[in-house]
């Protein structure tokens, strides 16, 4: 069982609609959740970041992550043709060793 | 200023070829890390350098030598390049206790061997 699991996609939806991207793990220590973005041809760039459980919300995009059940999502709303990207969550312990899922490529249609 | 930056951004090589990959930071981070990313976009770490320290040295083949001059500098060779290297390699860094930072990663360097 690979330490964090990602549903790759692809995943395609129409612009306006509720994205919902999710990650479990395996590993209690992790601490440090994270969503990446990761545009065609580009390196990851931090989109959202949560420490322990809980929600965080910035704008469009919500991060949600349940150490109880080793769960993590990211939702979009009103998403937009400018959010096609993959995704990848990642996460990590206290020593900073992060450890990604395999991403999910979105595809955002007008 | 671009915050990691590596070089070349493309390489294309023979097999059996011998190459170096350079990757810079100016965050002043203390951590950098050597990823690479297969056709699925599958991120895996190969190599995590603290303060110029090796702290991290997945399962990698030993043609893949990194070196840290520096904490601000780390570099990759690979010696006798397969096939089976080609890949996006990702430079990144962090400051370690600092886990809201996350990583900043490099632009990638897309290595193709003919």
């Known amino acids: 069982q690979k330490e964090v699991e990602q549903d790759p996609g692809p995943l395609s939806v129409p612009e306006g609609a509720i994205v919902s991207l999710n990650c479990t793990y395996s590993?209690?220590?992790?601490?440090?959740f994270m969503w990446y973005r990761q545009y065609s041809r580009k390196g990851p760039e931090l989109l959202m970041y949560t420490y322990s459980s809980g929600n965080k919300e910035d704008g469009r995009f919500t991060a949600q992550v349940d150490k109880s059940s080793k769960y993590i999502s990211l939702f979009i709303r009103d998403s937009q043709p400018s959010d096609s990207a993959t995704y990848l969550c990642a996460m990590s312990a206290w020593n900073n060793d992060m450890r990604f899922g395999a991403g999910t490529r979105l595809t955002v249609k007008p | 200023d671009t915050a990691v930056s590596q070089t070349p951004k493309y390489l294309v090589t023979q097999m059996g070829n011998d190459k170096s990959i350079k990757c810079e930071q100016n965050?002043?981070?203390?951590?950098m890390y050597w990823y690479k990313q297969d056709s699925k976009k599958f991120l895996k770490i190969m190599f995590s350098y603290n303060n110029k320290e090796l702290i991290i040295n997945e399962t990698v083949p030993n043609r893949f030598s990194p070196k840290s001059p520096d904490k601000a500098h780390l570099n990759l060779h690979i010696n006798s390049l397969e096939l089976g290297d080609s890949a996006v390699y990702f430079c990144?860094?962090?400051?370690?206790?600092?886990?809201?930072?996350?990583?900043?990663f490099g632009s990638g360097t897309r290595l193709t061997v003919v």
């Open positions: 590993n209690s220590a992790f601490q440090y």
């Open positions: 965050l002043g981070h203390d951590t």
């Open positions: 990144a860094s962090s400051q370690v206790g600092r886990g809201d930072y996350g990583y900043t």
